[in-house]
Nanobody, 114 residues
């Protein structure tokens, strides 16, 4: 059974940086993608970034371009999301997702104060 656990969220000020972590456990094989999504109150969940575990190729959604970086540590079964120049519009619950299988973590809250 695949499990994902996100950590690293918190309350920060505008302009600050955060690093989110997504730790994977369980058997998945080597060909899968891990993505970060976020959902703000009253809004739909939106794509932030994704990485191919095998090749390391990355993709970014509009919220992340120019400010966020996704990376992975194979040895630690962990995917990171480095977030810079945070602003209040980045306030959301951030979720980790793994495919195939559409596995989700419980999420971690990020709150950015102005």
């Amino acid at each position: 059974q695949v499990q994902l656990v996100e950590t690293g969220g918190g309350l920060v000020q505008a302009g600050d940086s955060l690093r989110l972590s997504c730790v994977k456990s369980g058997r998945t094989g080597s060909l899968y993608h891990v993505g970060w999504f976020r959902q703000a109150p009253g809004k739909e969940r939106e794509f932030v970034a994704a990485i191919s575990w095998n090749e390391g190729s990355m993709s970014y959604g509009d919220p992340a371009k120019g400010r966020f970086t996704i990376s992975r540590d194979n040895a630690k079964n962990t995917v990171y999301l480095y977030m810079n120049r945070l602003n209040p519009e980045d306030t959301a619950v951030y979720y980790c997702n793994l495919n195939p299988g559409n596995h989700w973590g419980p999420g971690t809250q990020v709150t950015v104060s102005s």
